[in-house]
């Protein structure tokens, strides 16, 4: 750092400035030093300086140990927050713990690996968040808890999205329309997303005068053809389906087939916060709610981030909506006639 500051005609406490950012430095001012250290080929020790001014520049990335693992639609999430974090000279650092397991957050946090933490999948009462709040380390949610009044978060509208979603196809005629959540086990968990959709898709079915069936279902094409062929054999008159489980809908779809059905002129299947890709891989193409994954990946870091450097202001608490996209899985409800039965095949 000497030999860049006497290269560069300034202090040393300007290019320290010039590195960590604690301090404005002036344009022309910042390029004499990057051209000074270009040509001493200078690099800056990340851990000395991390032990210089008792940051890391490290962030985590907590997400729990997801039984469905982490798919498409996780992953454009992961990629925009390590992007985020990298424009802002942070390294991202993965880290997967279970919800009711503190231990290993608390030695993350305890021994200085990280200057804050970004947490996934929140749930309604969460004991990362508590750990966090008691140990004053700064975090964002990407969800957020039931009692999250003083925290920052950015999460999907999950109670919107879910109501669009009915009224979407309550609009196209259905009358009986049935709900595919998470798994029990996450539901029961108080997994926010699943309980809050859950709860805005019996509130807007029962407003709009709809018949509805809702269901959790484990997170796989397996259980999306078990669960279907359950709901058609109990409930004839259905025609709609919403789902929030992106990989129990391929199986949905592959029964419906099974069933000699067709789709949308049998049935119309809606999915809810599943990424594009993923509904273009259908057949047919999914009409999906879109959610915002890498507007919340860049959010969630960029907020986190704000409050490590200082550029904070009040709490940042944003709901996101996802976006409606038509392609060829909803149409209108058939009119009337029973659809084949299970195990037949269509003429």
């Known amino acids: 750092m000497y030999d860049v500051a006497r290269r560069a005609g300034v202090a040393v406490s300007t290019v320290s400035y010039a590195l960590n950012g604690t301090r404005p430095v002036g344009k022309e001012t910042a390029a004499r030093i990057r051209r000074a250290m270009d040509e001493l080929d200078y690099r800056p020790n990340a851990l000395a300086r991390g032990l210089a001014s008792k940051r890391s520049r490290n962030i985590a990335l907590i997400f729990p140990a997801l039984e469905r693992g982490l798919g498409i639609t996780e992953m454009e999430f992961v990629s925009s927050a390590a992007e985020t974090a990298s424009e802002?000279?942070?390294?991202?650092?993965?880290?997967?713990?279970?919800?009711?397991?503190?231990?290993?957050?608390?030695?993350?946090?305890?021994?200085?690996?990280?200057?804050?933490?970004?947490?996934?999948?929140?749930?309604?009462?969460?004991?990362?968040?508590?750990?966090l709040r008691r140990t004053g380390v700064p975090f964002c949610m990407i969800g957020r808890t039931a009692d999250c009044a003083d925290d920052s978060y950015a999460d999907i509208d999950f109670e919107q999205t879910t109501r669009d979603a009915v009224r979407h196809l309550a609009g196209l005629g259905h009358t009986t329309i049935g709900f595919v959540n998470h798994s029990q086990r996450s539901f029961d968990a108080g997994y926010g997303p699943s309980v809050r959709a859950a709860e805005s898709f019996?509130?807007?079915?029962?407003?709009?005068?709809?018949?509805?069936?809702?269901?959790?279902?484990?997170?796989?094409?397996?259980?999306?053809?078990?669960?279907?062929?359950?709901?058609?054999?109990?409930?004839?008159?259905?025609?709609?389906?919403?789902?929030?489980?992106?990989?129990?809908?391929?199986?949905?779809?592959?029964?419906?087939?099974?069933?000699g059905a067709r789709v949308p002129e049998d049935y119309s299947i809606l999915s809810v916060a599943s990424s594009e890709?993923?509904?273009?891989?259908?057949?047919?193409?999914?009409?999906t709610f879109h959610p915002p994954s890498a507007e919340l990946g860049r959010l969630g870091v960029q907020t986190l981030i704000d409050s490590l450097d200082g550029r904070s202001g009040p709490l940042v608490q944003k709901l996101l909506p996802c976006k409606l996209v038509v392609r060829e899985s909803t149409g209108p409800r058939p009119a009337g006639g029973a659809r084949p039965p299970i195990g037949t095949e269509a003429p």
């Open 88 to 131: 802002n000279g942070y390294h991202l650092v993965l880290w997967s713990t279970p919800v009711d397991d503190t231990e290993l957050l608390t030695r993350l946090t305890r021994d200085g690996l990280v200057d804050g933490v970004v947490i996934m999948e929140v749930h309604l009462a969460d004991e990362r968040i508590d750990l």
């Open 202 to 259: 019996a509130r807007t079915a029962e407003e709009l005068g709809v018949r509805q069936v809702s269901r959790c279902c484990a997170d796989s094409p397996a259980a999306g053809r078990r669960l279907w062929r359950e709901l058609v054999e109990r409930e004839p008159d259905l025609t709609g389906l919403v789902v929030m489980n992106e990989r129990a809908s391929a199986g949905v779809l592959a029964a419906i087939a099974e069933q």
């Open 277 to 287: 890709r993923v509904a273009e891989m259908t057949y047919p193409p999914l009409t």
